[in-house]
């Protein structure tokens, strides 16, 4: 079975500075890789997503990952943080017909 | 197309008692997922349907739990003789079969007291 790793529970960074949360993932297969994030007593919301192709993938705001096969691992970086990316974020591996099997999820604080 | 909605977005229930939510999902979308969330963690998978059909069941939903998706439009899951163990967010997804992207309703958080 497959499963995902984020390594920091809590991220806690200055507004306008750089970011990175970490995703390991394990997996015998191809990939598919996802971010999501979610807001306060919301749903989640896709981010972006690695299905095959350029092995770096971008957001609309700003954010970037980079699928390493070699290192299994599929980062999430911001060079510049804003308040409003204050969320929780998490990584998440398609297993199967299209089921998610996520991280425990980053906390990102952004503190002005 | 609103997405896809849940209701209610928030329930309490005392221990003991059945409570039973609602899933409509994005109109076109064939396969319908719910997920549980419990505070400070990733979602888990509980069960998901193409139309009509339930393929796959996690053993986090134990016999308590029952989910169905009568005409292949919304879902309901039902949770029976509550616990307080059993709360957290409830999460439902939807996607295309042949699709990459599932989109999540706001969920609802239920509190067994």
């Known amino acids: 079975a497959q499963s995902v790793t984020q390594l920091d529970s809590q991220v806690p960074v200055f507004e306008e500075a750089p970011v990175e949360l970490r995703c390991n993932y394990s997996s015998s297969v191809s990939v598919y890789l996802f971010w999501y994030v979610q807001y306060p007593n919301q749903g989640l919301q896709l981010l972006l997503k690695?299905?095959?192709?350029?092995?770096l993938v971008e957001s609309i705001n700003g954010f970037e990952a980079e699928f390493n096969k070699s290192q299994t691992s599929f980062h999430l970086r911001k060079p510049s943080v804003h308040i409003s990316d204050t969320a929780e974020y998490f990584c998440a591996v398609r297993q199967g017909a299209q089921k998610l099997v996520f991280g425990q999820g980053t906390r990102l604080t952004i503190n002005p | 197309d609103t997405g896809v909605s849940q209701n209610p977005r928030h329930k309490i229930t005392k221990r003991g008692q059945n409570v039973t939510f609602r899933c409509d999902p994005i109109s076109e979308h064939n396969r319908l997922y719910w997920y549980r969330q419990t505070l400070g963690q990733g979602p888990e998978f509980l069960t998901y349907?193409?139309?009509?059909?339930?393929?796959?069941k996690s053993r986090l939903l134990s016999d308590r739990f029952s989910a169905e998706r009568p005409k292949g439009s919304f879902s309901t899951l039902e949770i029976q003789r509550t616990e307080q163990g059993d709360s957290a967010m409830y999460l439902c997804?939807?996607?295309?079969?042949?699709?990459?992207?599932?989109?999540f309703g706001q969920g609802t958080r239920l509190t067994v007291v």
């Open positions: 997804a939807s996607s295309l079969a042949l699709g990459d992207e599932a989109f």
């Open positions: 349907f193409q139309n009509e059909a339930q393929l796959e």
């Open positions: 690695y299905l095959s192709g350029s092995t």
